[in-house]
């Protein structure tokens, strides 16, 4: 059963609520500065329900070169009351420019203020969290005129917490941690870059339930006053469609001081990771935090921001170039020695996780987009449909230039291009695609070079957005072995075409497909047809794993690779074949509204020439009309072919005509295509 039908089937099934998903209660969102000091409010609609539900959002400038505290709101205390995380003051109360507004789909930033929506100073993101029983809760209290030795506070997270932060907000007190890997016999300090303590008095021996935590009140705690609490849960499984999935886990691991470091199986790719050392305190034991959103490259970049201090992101200890981890399908992996995150063999390190992004799409709109668009030569800001994009796909219309295939996983401006079987690039500085922009991508604007691809001034592009989910997409990143072996992926469907590539070496791209199944692979992208083998897939993927042989083109020990897995999610996506007539044929791919994206390739024989079995493109930004519609061919640099009818428009997908040359429409040929509402 599809997604879709999944979620609406659980919602109308007797009285069962409808199913809560990591998207509804938790989002990093990015921007940049207000325009200026006198700009409307920035509305941050991340569709998570603050007035209603409540809920925590936490901002910080990320790129301001003087520093920059963590401002922390909460609806317990109210849109103007703020908190520093690094920082051991009592509340302060904001500002008119600093003064959130909560909403049902997000909040409001006034503009003015450098700390969260200053002009001119830079970019910054906000980290929601939303109260929800399993996830998150936010409780204040306050102290009586007489101490108790065990106190307890009542939360609502329905299950034990895994992490909690408390804070005084009427007195300077530095903030107080409890992680279920330390037990009540540690605390440790977010705004500081300290051990763990193990002296603790603080916590009874009572450990924290599924209703209360218990607080010796008669330790560092003061008599008539305030304190807020934020409450993290711990692997509890009620979330998803199935309502049997975990979006939260905290726990810990054990340094090794080595390139190669440890690799964390949380059950689940994370979107946000918090890790702290406990071992050794000092400049190198910051609370670091990483995001999808602001980037974890896969073997790249990994920018951190630090809980603890007031730094940007590009400010050491935080340096963004250096290569702390990668997230991997199933967790996390420390690949380096890394500074703050595996430094020392044998010091413990405590994290806190939480899922990616896994609700299922209602609309194509919510994961595809086609935009046609004429570059500027300076810096450019390219909007779309989805929240944000996973893959881009980049296509000079007017002159004979690459495919640039980008993804996040990868990491901003590494690129690989579809018509040669060359290894990954990386674009210049002056030329960079940057993902850490919600709905568009920016190009820094060089009118020379490699964004001839992307935004040379007065030139005409197509990019093709793709945004991971359930059902839809998937992108994968993984290091060969040399060996037979499965590589997981969060896809949760049966991948029906797989595209892969090499990152280090030439080698050609690898592409699988369902209508020809395992004994079949096609070197793509070129006019070749589908080859049979043994060497690449001999197993059929699942909705968890796809299985890889030997072949160096897929699998070269050591070797990276990109994998971008398609699957048929009604409604949005179709991964099919026909056969051809000569004559005009109706691909139905159970669309209302027609495809506005169609990518077809024969695979029975391989015809040269113009019109040679190519992988034809078409999308509705450039024309799918019943007359002539500009096409672009993924296996050459060539430009737009627009005076061809070749396909036509359908309500439940796209029509092949009857002037299309063989290697779309050959009479008993057979054909396999990818087509997205």
């Not at 089937?9 to 325009?35: M, R």
């Not at 595996?342 to 806190?352: A, K, L, P, R």
């Not at 309500?651 to 092949?656: D, E």
Request: proline share 4%; aromatic share 12%.
């Amino acid at each position: 059963m599809d997604p879709i039908t999944q979620q609406t089937t659980l919602a109308a099934a007797g009285g069962k609520k409808d199913p809560l998903y990591v998207d509804d209660v938790f989002s990093t969102d990015l921007w940049n500065g207000g325009e200026s000091f006198s700009a409307p409010p920035l509305e941050v609609e991340n569709g998570i329900d603050l007035t209603g539900e409540g809920g925590l959002v936490w901002i910080k400038n990320r790129s301001y070169s003087s520093g920059s505290n963590h401002h922390l709101y909460d609806t317990e205390r109210g849109n103007n009351k703020i908190l520093k995380s690094n920082l051991s003051n009592l509340e302060a109360t904001a500002g008119a420019d600093e003064t959130l507004t909560f909403n049902t789909d997000g909040y409001d930033i006034p503009s003015g203020s450098g700390a969260v929506n200053g002009p001119f100073f830079g970019d910054y993101c906000g980290w929601t969290f939303r109260k929800a029983p399993g996830f998150f809760d936010v409780v204040t209290f306050s102290t009586g005129g007489t101490l108790s030795t065990s106190r307890a506070i009542s939360h609502g997270l329905g299950s034990a917490p895994g992490f909690i932060i408390i804070k005084s907000t009427t007195t300077e007190q530095k903030w107080l941690c409890y992680h279920r890997s330390l037990g009540q016999s540690s605390y440790i300090t977010l705004n500081l870059d300290q051990t763990q303590n193990t002296n603790n008095q603080w916590w009874t021996a009572t450990p924290p339930t599924s209703t209360d935590f218990y607080l010796n009140e008669t330790f560092l705690l003061n008599t008539n006053q305030s304190y807020v609490a934020y409450i993290f849960a711990h692997d509890d499984a009620s979330f998803g469609t199935d309502g049997d999935e975990s979006i939260i886990k905290c726990g810990s691991y054990t340094g090794n001081g080595s390139t190669a470091g440890p690799e964390i199986n949380l059950g689940f790719e994370p979107q946000w990771l918090m890790i702290k050392n406990t071992s050794t305190g000092g400049t190198y034991s910051s609370w670091v935090i990483f995001d999808n959103m602001r980037g974890v490259a896969t073997g790249g970049v990994s920018r951190a921001l630090s809980a603890n201090l007031s730094n940007d992101e590009t400010t050491n200890p935080n340096n963004p170039d250096y290569n702390f981890l990668d997230f991997t399908s199933t967790g996390f992996k420390l690949t380096t020695l890394g500074t703050m995150v595996n430094d020392t063999n044998g010091d413990n390190y405590i994290y806190m996780a939480i899922r990616r992004p896994h609700k299922p799409p209602e609309a194509a709109t919510d994961v595809f987009d086609d935009v046609a668009y004429t570059g500027t030569g300076t810096a450019n800001t390219v909007s779309f449909s989805p929240a944000f994009a996973d893959l881009i796909w980049i296509k000079n219309r007017i002159w004979l230039t690459g495919h640039h295939f980008l993804d996040r996983l990868r990491g901003n401006s590494k690129y690989v291009l579809s018509e040669t079987n060359g290894a990954e690039g990386t674009l210049a500085a002056a030329d960079s695609v940057a993902f850490d922009r919600q709905e568009s991508f920016f190009i820094s604007g060089s009118s020379g070079g490699q964004t001839n691809n992307g935004n040379a001034g007065y030139n005409s592009f197509v990019s093709w957005v793709f945004k991971r989910a359930p059902g839809f997409f998937d992108v994968v990143c993984y290091s060969g072995t040399g060996v037979s072996r499965t590589i997981n992926h969060n896809l949760s469907a049966i991948p029906e075409m797989m595209i892969i590539k090499s990152r280090d070496q030439a080698r050609y791209w690898q592409i699988y497909h369902s209508a020809l199944g395992t004994g079949y692979y096609h070197p793509g992208f070129r006019t070749d047809p589908f080859y049979t083998t043994s060497s690449r897939w001999n197993t059929a993927p699942t909705s968890t794993v796809f299985t890889l042989e030997t072949d160096t083109d897929v699998n070269a020990s050591t070797e990276n690779y990109v994998a971008y897995l398609f699957a048929t999610l009604p409604g949005i996506s179709k991964v099919g074949s026909y056969t051809g007539t000569g004559n005009a044929i109706n691909v139905d791919c159970g669309f209302t509204a027609g495809a506005r994206f169609v990518l077809i390739k024969r695979t029975d024989t391989e015809i040269s020439g113009t019109t040679g079995t190519h992988w034809y493109v078409w999308d509705t930004s450039r024309g799918i009309s019943s007359g002539n519609d500009p096409y672009l061919i993924a296996n050459l640099y060539d430009a737009d072919v627009t005076n061809t009818d070749y396909i036509d428009p359908l309500s439940t997908g796209f029509t092949v005509t009857s002037s299309a040359p063989a290697a779309l429409n050959a009479s008993g040929g057979t054909y396999i295509f990818l087509a997205i509402a």
